[in-house]
């Protein structure tokens, strides 16, 4: 739906017809809500679906508060996990990746003896899986430089990024939900997951 302010009453009526035991809401903080909204007024007086919304929806928090609390206990809520797995790493949205990735390229560095990016950029898969785990630049030099091949596992958890293409091979999320004052929260249980 576009950032207009149109009425959405209608999709979510349209949404709704065929009675899904689902509705997902990929949509920024603003548009989502708008739909969540209209789907909690189409659904007052009957059961609402199973709402899965993604992490942008975290920043209305306003307009979760206001939904009927039967509507916003349906919502369940998938990010990409975005905070550091371990105690001692950076705070922040994504700063654990953040940091990870400056680790990797050192390592990288190290590996291939250059820190020219033509050369380095082929070795940055290698130290991140097959080798002996290590969770810091410091400790992962030290095994190098005993001439162990190393696993580079950081703030953001296991790394390992594939050798053709570079990409990460597993992904990590996390599910939360919404408590009363529209703030998220981890869910209980299954607060993790990783995904190929």
Request: glycine share 10%.
């Given at each position: 739906?576009?950032?207009?302010?149109?009425?959405?009453?209608?999709?979510?009526?349209?949404?709704l017809a065929a009675d899904p035991g689902v509705v997902v809401v990929l949509g920024d903080a603003d548009?989502?809500?708008?739909?969540?909204?209209?789907?909690?007024?189409?659904?007052?007086?009957?059961?609402?679906?199973?709402?899965?919304?993604?992490?942008?929806?975290?920043?209305?928090?306003?307009?979760?508060?206001?939904?009927?609390?039967?509507?916003?206990?349906?919502?369940?809520?998938?990010?990409?996990?975005?905070?550091?797995?371990?105690?001692?790493?950076?705070?922040?949205?994504?700063?654990?990746?953040?940091?990870?990735?400056v680790n990797l390229i050192a390592l990288a560095a190290v590996e291939a003896g250059s820190d020219a990016?033509?050369?380095?950029?082929?070795?940055?898969?290698?130290?991140?899986?097959?080798?002996?785990?290590?969770?810091?630049?410091?400790?992962?030099?030290?095994?190098?430089?005993?001439?162990?091949?190393?696993?580079?596992?950081?703030?953001?958890?296991?790394?390992?990024?594939?050798?053709?293409?570079?990409?990460?091979?597993?992904?990590?999320?996390?599910?939360?939900?919404?408590?009363?004052?529209?703030?998220?929260?981890?869910?209980?249980?299954?607060?993790?997951?990783?995904?190929?």
């Amino acid at each position: 739906f576009s950032g207009d302010q149109e009425n959405l009453s209608e999709p979510a009526a349209e949404l709704l017809a065929a009675d899904p035991g689902v509705v997902v809401v990929l949509g920024d903080a603003d548009d989502g809500s708008r739909l969540l909204t209209a789907l909690d007024e189409a659904t007052r007086d009957g059961t609402p679906p199973a709402i899965i919304v993604n992490d942008a929806i975290r920043s209305a928090r306003q307009t979760v508060q206001a939904l009927s609390p039967g509507f916003r206990e349906q919502i369940v809520g998938v990010s990409p996990l975005s905070r550091s797995v371990i105690d001692t790493g950076p705070s922040g949205f994504f700063t654990a990746h953040a940091f990870d990735c400056v680790n990797l390229i050192a390592l990288a560095a190290v590996e291939a003896g250059s820190d020219a990016p033509t050369k380095f950029r082929a070795h940055i898969p290698a130290v991140s899986v097959g080798g002996r785990s290590c969770s810091s630049f410091q400790d992962c030099a030290e095994l190098m430089a005993d001439g162990l091949r190393v696993d580079y596992n950081g703030a953001s958890g296991a790394v390992e990024l594939s050798n053709s293409t570079g990409d990460l091979n597993r992904a990590r999320f996390e599910v939360f939900r919404f408590n009363a004052d529209g703030v998220d929260e981890p869910m209980p249980g299954t607060s993790t997951f990783e995904a190929p």
